[in-house]
């Protein structure tokens, strides 16, 4: 049961943060780390394989001409394209609207010579009418020639940024795919019923031999080469530059160059707007500059082709090792002081912030780093407050177990150190004192209840005091007997002397009662104290219902005898040490040598004295 109670701590804390991270203020904040392990990457190579015209400042410049540009321009950059040796021709320009007919004929008598263009389209929704859509697809004449087209469409996340690719979007239950999606379906030959392939199931979409992995419905997540300009990039103008365009600003000769180096030669060839003016820009992890859409589809089908996809693991997966961690940890961290917790979770913190990033670097899987640092926090905090509970508890133990037989110096170390009270015994050197009240059955026999229990409060008051005051514990009642410790549960040097010291004080006290229950008319007892020092088992002893701290042992038994001892040999101060106390005392303590005496439980004969009193103090 109690360890049920220790995990029902973390298992609130994985809940609460499971459904903390399910609104969108936290997951940016998720995004924001995993774009932090972009940017700490930094770019990386990307292939040859794919080159993007831009329609950039310099296009502009070059051609003198306002946007839209005639769709002439745009046919006859295909048929130079084709001739340089295009694999592929994608346009990220929607020719969704007529233009002129003769424009709109050569563009499309262009991209049916051509015979590998992939147009773009656009399907338009509205964010309060979800089930309100307009499909813009390209202009009738280039569907009349079944030019192959996909969507453009670009979803950002709650914060603004672009971190996933539409591959597809439903319109009227039917799947209408991507720009990308119909450039990897058609990169080795154009077929007009290439949607016929594409599959998707098991969170993949499969075209033309390659598994994208799919999130969040019908998005794959980009896992961006660099920032803008990371792929190569040609003018507009550049391609339109041979020696049949004729317009100020062109050398007449750009495009000769660029089929003589074979920029072109059988590479995938994206054409769109890099100009801030047209507004077709967005932001990604890599946030220094505004990407353009034409270079988030090279991302995307750089991507693609080669396999580089960053995937999620396992949701289930990962739920089940964040949960059992979270027990783990909490448990461990329970046992620790806070001191050490604290640099256990920052290590663990940047251990998960480590494997996250050589993940994200190796194998291009994301976890949620965040999220389980907010875990360990949490759990840093809760065994805090857990620490803090328990030394609360073991603090008013204390109070409550020791202010009563204890001086309150004492009882400040203990609770400084509560592990000295901790279940179970262990071997300490200590002092044991026994005093006991002479022939007090007798006593008891000859008054009335009443008056027995009344000197009996004034005598233990009196001896509790001095015991305490001498820095010991008043161990236990035995009937009319004392049993109190010296040098636990506190560590003493001078346990000895504080015991042989507390005799003395104890039967001066004595001394004082027994005047004033004279003057009073009551009788009086006398006692006996016997002291014995060495080694006992010393700690919280007893059953898991019931223990209580105390000694046991020889040592222990011997302090008994020694104090029985005062009613066979006579002494005049009625305290009777043991040849170790006596060792330990006899620099500063008179004692006067006994005998060896034979002890009951003892084979041999022990040498006993008796204590006189403080060097210097004691009178002839």
Same mark, same amino acid.
């Given at each position: 049961?109690?360890?049920?109670?220790?995990?029902?701590?973390?298992?609130?804390?994985?809940?609460?943060?499971?459904?903390?991270?399910?609104?969108?203020?936290?997951?940016?904040?998720?995004?924001?780390?995993?774009?932090?392990?972009?940017?700490?990457?930094?770019?990386?190579?990307?292939?040859?394989?794919?080159?993007?015209?831009?329609?950039?400042?310099?296009?502009?410049?070059?051609?003198?001409?306002?946007?839209?540009?005639?769709?002439?321009?745009?046919?006859?950059?295909?048929?130079?394209?084709?001739?340089?040796?295009?694999?592929?021709?994608?346009?990220?320009?929607?020719?969704?609207?007529?233009?002129?007919?003769?424009?709109?004929?050569?563009?499309?008598?262009?991209?049916?010579?051509?015979?590998?263009?992939?147009?773009?389209?656009?399907?338009?929704?509205?964010?309060?009418?979800?089930?309100?859509?307009?499909?813009?697809?390209?202009?009738?004449?280039?569907?009349?020639?079944?030019?192959?087209?996909?969507?453009?469409?670009?979803?950002?996340?709650?914060?603004?940024?672009?971190?996933?690719?539409?591959?597809?979007?439903?319109?009227?239950?039917?799947?209408?795919?991507?720009?990308?999606?119909?450039?990897?379906?058609?990169?080795?030959?154009?077929?007009?019923?290439?949607?016929?392939?594409?599959?998707?199931?098991?969170?993949?979409?499969?075209?033309?031999?390659?598994?994208?992995?799919?999130?969040?419905?019908?998005?794959?997540?980009?896992?961006?080469?660099?920032?803008?300009?990371?792929?190569?990039?040609?003018?507009?103008?550049?391609?339109?530059?041979?020696?049949?365009?004729?317009?100020?600003?062109?050398?007449?000769?750009?495009?000769?160059?660029?089929?003589?180096?074979?920029?072109?030669?059988?590479?995938?060839?994206?054409?769109?707007?890099?100009?801030?003016?047209?507004?077709?820009?967005?932001?990604?992890?890599?946030?220094?500059?505004?990407?353009?859409?034409?270079?988030?589809?090279?991302?995307?089908?750089?991507?693609?082709?080669?396999?580089?996809?960053?995937?999620?693991?396992?949701?289930?997966?990962?739920?089940?090792?964040?949960?059992?961690?979270?027990?783990?940890?909490?448990?461990?961290?329970?046992?620790?002081?806070?001191?050490?917790?604290?640099?256990?979770?920052?290590?663990?913190?940047?251990?998960?912030?480590?494997?996250?990033?050589?993940?994200?670097?190796?194998?291009?899987?994301?976890?949620?780093?965040?999220?389980?640092?907010?875990?360990?926090?949490?759990?840093?905090?809760?065994?805090?407050?857990?620490?803090?509970?328990?030394?609360?508890?073991?603090?008013?133990?204390?109070?409550?177990?020791?202010?009563?037989?204890?001086?309150?110096?004492?009882?400040?170390?203990?609770?400084?150190?509560?592990?000295?009270?901790?279940?179970?015994?262990?071997?300490?050197?200590?002092?044991?004192?026994?005093?006991?009240?002479?022939?007090?059955?007798?006593?008891?026999?000859?008054?009335?209840?009443?008056?027995?229990?009344?000197?009996? &409060? *004034?005598?233990? #008051?009196?001896?509790?005091? /001095?015991?305490?005051?001498?820095?010991?514990?008043?161990? %236990?009642? =035995?009937? @009319?007997?004392?049993?109190?410790?010296?040098?636990?549960?506190?560590?003493?040097?001078?346990?000895?002397?504080?015991?042989?010291?507390?005799?003395?004080?104890?039967?001066?006290?004595?001394?004082?009662?027994?005047?004033?229950?004279?003057?009073?008319?009551?009788?009086?007892?006398?006692?006996?104290?016997?002291?014995?020092?060495?080694?006992?088992?010393?700690?919280?002893?007893?059953?898991?219902?019931?223990?209580?701290?105390?000694?046991?042992?020889?040592?222990?038994?011997?302090?008994?005898?020694?104090?029985?001892?005062? &009613? *066979?040999?006579? #002494?005049?101060?009625?305290? /009777?040490?043991?040849?170790?106390?006596?060792?330990?005392? %006899?620099? =500063?303590? @008179?004692?006067?040598?006994?005998?060896?005496?034979?002890?009951?439980?003892?084979?041999?004969?022990?040498?006993?004295?008796?204590?006189?009193?403080?060097?210097?103090?004691?009178?002839?």
């Amino acid at each position: 049961m109690r360890i049920l109670r220790k995990i029902i701590i973390p298992v609130i804390i994985f809940l609460f943060v499971e459904i903390l991270f399910q609104f969108s203020f936290f997951s940016n904040l998720e995004h924001k780390v995993q774009d932090a392990f972009f940017r700490l990457r930094g770019a990386v190579p990307v292939s040859d394989s794919i080159v993007i015209v831009a329609i950039d400042n310099n296009t502009f410049q070059d051609l003198n001409l306002s946007w839209p540009f005639p769709r002439e321009l745009q046919a006859k950059l295909i048929s130079n394209l084709k001739k340089a040796g295009a694999r592929q021709i994608i346009f990220d320009l929607e020719f969704t609207e007529y233009s002129n007919p003769n424009a709109d004929a050569a563009l499309t008598l262009a991209a049916k010579d051509a015979g590998n263009v992939i147009m773009a389209g656009k399907l338009i929704e509205d964010a309060s009418r979800p089930h309100i859509q307009q499909l813009l697809p390209p202009i009738q004449p280039l569907l009349a020639e079944r030019v192959n087209w996909g969507l453009v469409n670009m979803k950002v996340d709650g914060d603004g940024y672009l971190r996933g690719y539409e591959l597809f979007k439903k319109f009227d239950d039917k799947p209408i795919y991507s720009l990308g999606i119909a450039a990897l379906a058609n990169r080795r030959v154009s077929r007009p019923d290439w949607e016929q392939g594409v599959k998707t199931g098991n969170g993949y979409l499969n075209v033309a031999g390659i598994r994208i992995p799919v999130v969040r419905g019908s998005q794959a997540l980009i896992n961006y080469y660099g920032p803008t300009d990371t792929f190569k990039q040609i003018s507009f103008s550049q391609v339109l530059d041979d020696d049949s365009l004729n317009t100020a600003g062109l050398d007449l000769n750009s495009y000769n160059e660029l089929v003589e180096k074979g920029v072109f030669q059988d590479k995938i060839v994206l054409i769109g707007a890099t100009i801030d003016e047209l507004h077709d820009q967005f932001l990604t992890p890599f946030h220094s500059r505004l990407m353009s859409g034409v270079e988030v589809q090279a991302n995307f089908l750089e991507m693609a082709l080669n396999g580089h996809f960053l995937r999620h693991y396992s949701p289930w997966l990962l739920l089940c090792i964040e949960l059992l961690a979270c027990i783990l940890i909490f448990l461990a961290l329970a046992r620790w002081k806070p001191q050490y917790s604290l640099i256990i979770t920052l290590g663990l913190i940047i251990v998960t912030l480590v494997i996250s990033y050589l993940l994200f670097t190796g194998n291009a899987h994301l976890v949620e780093p965040l999220k389980f640092i907010c875990m360990l926090t949490l759990i840093y905090v809760a065994s805090l407050v857990s620490h803090y509970v328990k030394s609360q508890r073991d603090k008013r133990f204390i109070k409550n177990a020791f202010r009563q037989y204890m001086a309150p110096e004492l009882v400040n170390e203990l609770l400084k150190n509560p592990q000295n009270l901790k279940y179970g015994g262990s071997q300490q050197e200590i002092t044991v004192l026994f005093s006991d009240i002479r022939s007090f059955t007798a006593y008891a026999e000859r008054h009335k209840p009443e008056e027995t229990v009344q000197i009996l &409060k *004034e005598y233990f #008051t009196a001896m509790v005091q /001095i015991v305490i005051k001498n820095h010991g514990i008043v161990d %236990k009642f =035995v009937g @009319d007997e004392i049993v109190a410790l010296f040098g636990t549960p506190i560590p003493q040097e001078e346990h000895a002397l504080q015991a042989c010291q507390t005799a003395l004080d104890m039967r001066d006290e004595l001394k004082r009662l027994q005047k004033n229950w004279l003057e009073q008319g009551r009788d009086i007892f006398d006692i006996g104290i016997g002291i014995n020092s060495g080694t006992a088992i010393v700690g919280n002893l007893g059953s898991e219902q019931i223990f209580d701290y105390t000694a046991i042992g020889d040592t222990v038994n011997l302090g008994a005898r020694l104090e029985a001892l005062n &009613k *066979e040999v006579m #002494t005049q101060s009625k305290i /009777i040490i043991s040849a170790p106390t006596y060792e330990k005392v %006899k620099h =500063v303590m @008179d004692a006067r040598f006994i005998d060896n005496v034979k002890i009951k439980g003892k084979e041999l004969s022990v040498p006993v004295y008796e204590l006189i009193g403080r060097k210097g103090e004691v009178q002839s």
